[in-house]
């Protein structure tokens, strides 16, 4: 049986907190460091706000341009290259340390990862991204991934009586830049 809801008894009133809500400030820097995460994610406020921690609220208002000022805008555009070397780089280690999780880790999540970093570099550098590609140009093209990390493995490390393939040229997706600043 439910239990009726009681309307005789007067409401009791909410207790408030004894201290205002935290006002936090953000720097220009913030701003610009938030403003670029949110570029390299694609323009995805909820996400970004909750992986940077500022409220979705104060990011959507800082993307609309509501308390964004010139030299906030200027450290984006300077922050922007370093950002993007830093991405190649990742990338570069993820590429380096592929062959050696060919036999222990997902070489599909290594890939993906090194994927993504050079995606949003790119992106930074005001470049496209590549083509997209069918699902059989990327099955085709994460085998010949594999293939070649293989092929950079040390002999001692195949296990016995496998043979390592010789490299094989893979032709990559060309990308093209765009004019705008």
């Not at 993906?112 to 099955?139: F, Q, R, V, Y």
């Amino acid at each position: 049986m439910a239990k009726k809801k009681d309307t005789t008894s007067p409401k009791r009133p909410r207790k408030k907190p004894d201290r205002p809500p935290e006002i936090r400030s953000y720097s220009d820097a913030d701003k610009a460091d938030a403003l670029l995460a949110l570029e390299v994610s694609g323009g995805n406020v909820f996400l970004t706000a909750k992986l940077i921690g500022i409220p979705r609220c104060t990011l959507s208002e800082w993307a609309r341009g509501k308390y964004i000022n010139e030299d906030v805008l200027k450290l984006q555009q300077d922050k922007r290259p370093l950002l993007s070397q830093r991405l190649k780089d990742y990338a570069g280690l993820v590429c380096d340390i592929l062959p050696s999780k060919l036999l222990t880790a997902n070489v599909v999540q290594a890939a993906t990862a090194m994927a993504i970093a050079i995606d949003k570099a790119l992106l930074l550098d005001g470049k496209s991204s590549p083509k997209t590609l069918t699902d059989d140009e990327c099955l085709n093209l994460i085998a010949a991934i594999v293939e070649r990390a293989k092929s950079r493995r040390p002999e001692q490390d195949a296990p016995s009586g496998s043979h390592t393939p010789e490299p094989t040229p893979v032709p990559l997706p060309t990308t093209s830049s765009n004019s705008s600043p």
